[in-house]
Every structure is written in C-alpha cells, then in structure tokens.
C-alpha cells in the first residue's frame, strides 16, 4: 500500500490503491476530512474575546453584525444592548413605575397590612392615575390590600391615613 500526505495535516498513511484511482485518499482521518468540510472562519468574540468557529450562513445572517462563542456571552451583550428605547417591548417609560419605586430605595412592606413578603407586594398608584410615576404617587401594597383599596372606600381612607 502506498503511503500519502493529508491535505490538511500534513501527516502519513497508508492508503488502499483502489481508493487512490477514484480520488478518495486524501485525508487521514475523519477528523481532517470534517475540517476540509468548513467553509466558514475563526471570529473573536465580542464579549470574551476567545476564538470561535462560525459557518458562513452564522456570518451571512448575523442581524447585529457582532460574533459571540457562545449563548452566555450572547446574553450579556443582549442585556446591555437592548434596555430601555432599544426594547421592543418598551412603551414611552410608563410602565416602568415599578423599577422606579425599587431603585428608591423604599421599605418594601405593605402600607396597610405591613407584610414583607415581596412575592405578593405590587406597586399601587395613591391617585389612581397610572401615567403619574412619581415617587411621591407610588406605594406598596399586597395584592389583597391593593383590591380592598380599589373596591372600599373605608379601606382606601384608612390606607391614605396612615401615609
């Protein structure tokens, strides 16, 4: 058997003659011929920086123009990128009253009943105008307390009292 050069590492080995007549020994391995298979190019991450490899429909259809290894790094980039305006789930700000009253900084308890228990704690507009965000027209109440408020006046009375 006649020994033969990889095309892609360079390395030795045997290859039968029937396969040299019909042009099949050229790779050493399966791991050289999947390599001959690539089309695409090593890219640098844009977040990690490490070398990854992407075909050349991964490059053709990128929507961003940006590279990354993986999911994670895809991830980091997307939740810096898309904030605010850049959202397409964002409407004008006005829904955000939420966040407002967190970075505030304020106790988060219920006005009313006083639980501290934020699984069940939702933001309550004192004037019941949801495009008023400020601060000072924002407060925490449980859900159940936030329905007494809305339905009872004697509630909502007693809950503007102890403000």
Not at 64 to 85: D, L
Not at 131 to 138: E, F, P, Y
Request: glycine content about 4%.
């Amino acid at each position: 058997m006649p020994k033969i050069l990889c095309k892609i590492c360079s390395k030795s080995f045997y290859a039968k003659p029937y396969f040299l007549k019909t042009g099949n020994a050229k790779y050493c391995s399966n791991t050289c011929f999947h390599a001959s298979r690539r089309n695409g190019r090593y890219i640098t991450c844009s977040i990690c920086k490490k070398k990854a490899y992407k075909t050349k429909k991964a490059l053709r259809c990128s929507k961003s123009g940006r590279f990354f290894c993986g999911k994670s790094c895809q991830t980091k980039w997307r939740n810096g990128y898309y904030i605010r305006e850049k959202h397409p789930n964002w409407v004008n700000g006005e829904s955000s009253y939420r966040l407002q009253l967190i970075k505030s900084k304020s106790l988060r308890k219920c006005g009313l009943c006083a639980t501290k228990d934020v699984r069940v704690l939702s933001v309550h507009h004192i004037d019941q105008n949801r495009k008023n965000n400020t601060l000072q027209n924002l407060a925490w109440l449980c859900n159940n307390c936030h329905f007494l408020v809305h339905h009872y006046e004697d509630e909502k009375q007693a809950f503007l009292s102890r403000r």
